[in-house]
């Protein structure tokens, strides 16, 4: 015991968990707005801080932090990216970086964490990136394909998905479906438009329903060929050795 009446062990405790509360690792965070141009967002941590002042417990909001990047897969030297709209009151996760990232965010390449002789942070609030988003149980997606990858809307009726056998897009009742046996089918409700100068087909062409052209259809063609007769033809002769 100390002259306190608090043994070494709980002190040393205490001082940890006070180290520790200030060492920012990763959290849950909801966007508050979202800066195309820079691809950086507002976001509010989604745990609030613990506040415990004469043994009295209270919680309160951490502060919103600022030009926060967010991670989209972006393959920098070739320039593609799968992009996201975003709005206020996604879920994201907060992951806080070990050093500070002020630098780096400004020029990019590899830079030295300190911006001045002051010193550098570590695990600050202030260093954070965004990784959309981990959804909390009443935010989950519904109707979860278990069989192959997708991009999908929410409601699932606009997708590409991704499985071993096939390749399906679908946008409400219009699907494409691509099977790696070699077959691809096209199901649409109202209506296919083909706009191309030149339309090319191998092989053989069956149709169910109706042929027709800028004038009239193939059936009423059939009907004006098939009742076309001439007159004045007579045996063609042989020709003589």
């Not at 006070?18 to 950086?40: E, K, Y």
């Not at 593609?80 to 975003?86: H, R, S, Y």
């Not at 907060?94 to 390449?109: C, E, K």
């Not at 191309?196 to 009423?220: C, Y």
């Amino acid at each position: 015991m100390n002259l306190f009446g608090a043994d070494e062990s709980t002190l040393q405790n205490e001082s940890t968990d006070r180290a520790m509360s200030g060492l920012n690792t990763c959290l849950p965070g909801v966007i508050q707005s979202f800066d195309d141009a820079t691809q950086t967002a507002e976001i509010i941590p989604a745990i609030q801080m613990k506040i415990v002042k004469d043994n009295v417990t209270t919680y309160i909001n951490m502060p919103v932090i600022v030009n926060v990047p967010v991670v989209f897969p972006f393959a920098i030297g070739n320039g593609f990216a799968l992009t996201l709209p975003i709005k206020a009151g996604d879920s994201c996760l907060l992951v806080f970086s070990q050093r500070a990232i002020d630098n780096w965010h400004d020029q990019g390449g590899v830079q030295p964490p300190e911006q001045n002789a002051i010193g550098c942070r570590h695990h600050s609030l202030t260093d954070a990136f965004a990784i959309m988003a981990p959804a909390a149980i009443p935010d989950v997606l519904g109707a979860w394909n278990s069989a192959g990858i997708e991009l999908r809307s929410r409601a699932r009726d606009v997708r590409v998905t991704v499985e071993a056998d096939k390749a399906v897009v679908k946008a409400g009742d219009t699907t494409l479906t691509l099977l790696t046996s070699g077959a691809v089918t096209l199901s649409a409700a109202t209506s296919v438009s083909v706009t191309s100068p030149t339309v090319s087909i191998t092989g053989n062409l069956e149709v169910t329903g109706t042929i027709k052209d800028g004038v009239r259809k193939m059936s009423e063609d059939r009907g004006i060929y098939n009742s076309h007769t001439h007159s004045g033809i007579g045996v063609i002769p042989t020709q003589q050795e």
